[in-house]
């Protein structure tokens, strides 16, 4: 058998795979377009064949706002463990990738870590709930490293979401608060990094 033939219909089963997972955590019909290659009619036609309800396609711009990650202390904490998450499962991204175009960044080897990145921390924390397009924007808004980035906290080197456009480099919540219910003139500890 030609070779080539086996590799693109290995190729075509890894689109329709990723197109399956994708349209099941609702991601949008351009996303999955980006990721896989496949076009609207194309989605159209898998989701009848696999009985997914056209009510459970989201609709509209895919989220790209990095607030959500960023507005309270809880929200960084949030998007720190997601980091964690993405760095076990390999879906963070390499190096800084500020002047790669968003639409380069959508890869079908992407999406192929960001789903069981995305499947893993919802069965860890149930009650977070956020689209996978939000993880997605969170991945490329540390690869480009302009609004929010990777950092350590200063009291105890765990990993924080560092806001690049606000005014401080924050701690982590658990030193924030440590630090907001310590009297005055008391010694500070040091926490243990837990986050690689």
């Known amino acids: 058998m030609d070779s080539s033939a086996t ?52 609709r509209g711009p895919s989220p790209t706002s990095l607030v959500r990650f960023t507005r309270s202390p809880r929200a960084r904490s949030e998007a720190a463990v997601l980091a964690a998450f993405c760095r076990v499962y390999g879906a963070l991204l390499p190096g800084n990738m500020a002047r790669v175009p968003r639409a380069r960044l959508l890869t079908l080897e992407l999406g192929e870590r960001l789903c069981p990145t995305y499947e893993a921390f919802r069965a860890c924390f149930p009650q977070c ?6 993880l997605l924007s969170l991945v490329i808004g540390i690869a480009k490293n302009k609004i929010i980035g990777l950092d350590r906290c200063p009291s105890c080197s765990a990993t924080v979401i560092v806001d690049r456009l606000g ?9 924030q608060q440590s630090h907001l219910e310590r009297p005055p003139n008391s010694q500070k500890t040091v926490g243990i990094e837990l986050l690689g």
């Open 7 to 58: 590799d693109g219909a290995a190729h075509d089963s890894r689109r329709y795979r990723l197109a399956w997972r994708l349209m099941v955590h609702q991601v949008r019909t351009g996303t999955i377009s980006a990721m896989t290659g496949l076009s609207r009619h194309q989605q159209e036609t898998l989701r009848r064949r696999w009985g997914i309800p056209e009510r459970a396609r989201l």
């Open 129 to 134: 709930v956020f689209e996978l397009e939000e």
């Open 167 to 175: 005014p401080n480099r924050p701690t982590c919540s658990y030193c």
